[in-house]
């Protein structure tokens, strides 16, 4: 019993700091209008604020580079001594073999 009331009142006062606590910006992680929109989508719902330590899952860094024979290189760790252009690489998106052939996808004829 003791144990359940520790665990609320901690969830209690972690939800209450999330939407109260001021953070660099000045206002608090969470607001009530935007989790009240983007509730059921939860990478919406941070919506890129803790991205300092998270990092976007759909993207991701590459520097290109010159080698000495003058042809390009790609990678996440460039050579010392280099000059380097970094480059942001964007996950690719999927589509379904049906839609690729021009049809509804599977989910659009399931609800149907």
């Known amino acids: 019993m003791r144990f359940g009331l520790i665990i609320t009142v901690l969830l209690v006062a972690v939800l209450t700091a999330l939407f109260t606590v001021p953070l660099g910006g000045g206002k608090p992680l969470l607001d009530w209008q935007h989790v009240e929109r983007n509730w059921q989508q939860p990478?919406?719902?941070?919506?890129?604020?803790?991205?300092?330590?998270?990092?976007?899952?759909?993207?991701t860094e590459l520097y290109r580079w010159r080698d000495p024979g003058g042809n390009w290189q790609y990678g996440q760790i460039p050579p010392p001594g280099v000059s380097v252009d970094p480059i942001t690489v964007k996950a690719p998106s999927t589509i379904s073999a049906e839609e690729m052939r021009g049809g509804k996808g599977l989910e659009t004829q399931q609800k149907q």
Do not use: M
């Open 43 to 59: 990478e919406k719902l941070f919506d890129g604020k803790v991205s300092p330590w998270l990092g976007k899952k759909d993207e």
